[in-house]
T-cell receptor, first 114, second 110 residues
Framework: DGGITQSPKYLFRKEGQNVTLSCEQN?????MYWYRQDPGQGLRLIYY???????QKGDIAEGYSVSREKKESFPLTVTSAQKNPTAFYLC?????????????FGPGTRLLVL | LAKTTQPISMDSYEGQEVNITCSHN???????ITWYQQFPSQGPRFIIQ???TKVTNEVASLFIPADRKSSTLSLPRVSLSDTAVYYC???????????FGKGTRLHILP
């Protein structure tokens, strides 16, 4: 059963703590993305990776870090430098056919600060 | 990057056809138009994608006029379960990033 999985579904962070959100896909997609969504808002791009061992900052990368050591995995670390981390985090992977890219999303992780 | 404009919210009733229009005046020649649906606390789900004229699948239809400066997502005979946020996106070609706006919050009433 192919798809994108994110874990955990809920995550709690204490002040000054780094936490890592998992994203795995078995769709054999090259590109992967991390978005942040705040209540009532659209999605904002944090980081993206077009290929293994390469990634680029999105619009709101400050306070976050990523790695892409394997094609199927793209973990996101929310560092203590991110002062307002409470949000819904969405991971996506994409396939490009011809000139057009289509993204497929995971179920999301909701991060809460204690 | 092509910017899109769509209504913030819409209400409709069960059994009605719902049309959500999206404006994208600076769409580029290579850009496709894609619509996603998002339920609360879930990731967006791909609905439909098109380049010109009309595209239809089992879920929706997408109408794109000749100038491609707008598009209309049509949902036939909506039900309560169609209550969601619908995003119109333009772009996503190899040299472009997909940009999500705030979407249209569709509320279906009984």
């Amino acid at each position: 059963d192919g798809g994108i999985t994110q874990s955990p579904k809920y995550l709690f962070r204490k002040e000054g703590q780094n936490v890592t959100l998992s994203c795995e896909q078995n769709l054999n997609h090259d590109a992967m993305y991390w978005y942040r969504q705040d209540p009532g808002q659209g999605l904002r791009l944090i980081y993206y990776s077009q290929i293994v061992n390469d990634f680029q900052k999105g619009d709101i990368a400050e306070g976050y870090s990523v790695s892409r050591e394997k094609k199927e995995s793209f973990p996101l670390t929310v560092t203590s430098a991110q002062k307002n981390p409470t949000a819904f985090y969405l991971c996506a992977s994409s396939i490009t056919q011809g000139e057009q890219e289509t993204q497929y999303f995971g179920p999301g992780t909701r991060l809460l600060v204690l | 990057l092509a910017k899109t404009t769509q209504p913030i919210s819409m209400d409709s009733y069960e059994g009605q056809e719902v049309n959500i229009t999206c404006s994208h005046n600076n769409i580029a020649t290579n850009d496709y138009i894609t619509w996603y649906q998002q339920f609360p606390s879930q990731g967006p789900r791909f609905i439909i994608q098109g380049y010109k004229t009309k595209v239809t699948n089992e879920v929706a239809s997408l109408f794109i006029p000749a100038d491609r400066k707008s598009s209309t997502l049509s949902l036939p005979r909506v039900s309560l379960s169609d209550t969601a946020v619908y995003y119109c996106l333009v772009g996503g070609s190899r040299d472009d990033k997909i940009i999500f706006g705030k979407g249209t919050r569709l509320h279906i009433l009984p």
